[in-house]
């Protein structure tokens, strides 16, 4: 028998020095949402590509309404990574000052209060533990 949905709202994703809440979408991409509520808490340790924090997550997982437009604040699944990527700002690929991601993700939430965000975010250190909880 599948596991029962489990509808959650927002997750929290605390950092070594500061946390914030994300809203999460499910209008654009669902099952991206219930692997990972399935998977509450979890942990990883942070990486960087220009202005994107994201961190490796053991799931194997289908990609799910993939995009390549994504926005600041906005919080995706990197299927070819197994990786939750968070976008703040320009990425190596981006021509101005809108991020662009790797490859095509599966963007599932949004932060709240991004501009309250986005500084810390720029501080985040290569090997900062994420964790990640219901909100």
Excluded: C
Aim: aromatic share 12%; proline share 10%.
């Amino acid at each position: 028998m599948p596991p029962k949905p489990v509808k959650i709202t927002r997750l929290k994703f605390s950092f070594p020095r500061f946390s914030f809440t994300a809203k999460l979408l499910y209008s654009k991409n669902p099952k991206t949402i219930q692997k990972i509520a399935e998977n509450l808490p979890f942990e990883g340790y942070a990486e960087r590509w220009g202005e994107e924090v994201y961190f490796s997550t053991d799931w194997n997982m289908p990609s799910e309404s993939e995009t390549k437009d994504v926005g600041i604040g906005d919080i995706a699944f990197w299927p070819p990574g197994s990786a939750i990527a968070i976008f703040f700002g320009p990425t190596p690929l981006s021509k101005g000052s809108k991020p662009v991601p790797a490859s095509a993700v599966s963007v599932f939430a949004t932060v709240e209060n991004v501009k309250g965000v986005l500084s810390h975010l720029r501080e985040v250190r290569h090997d900062d533990k994420i964790r990640v909880s219901k909100a």
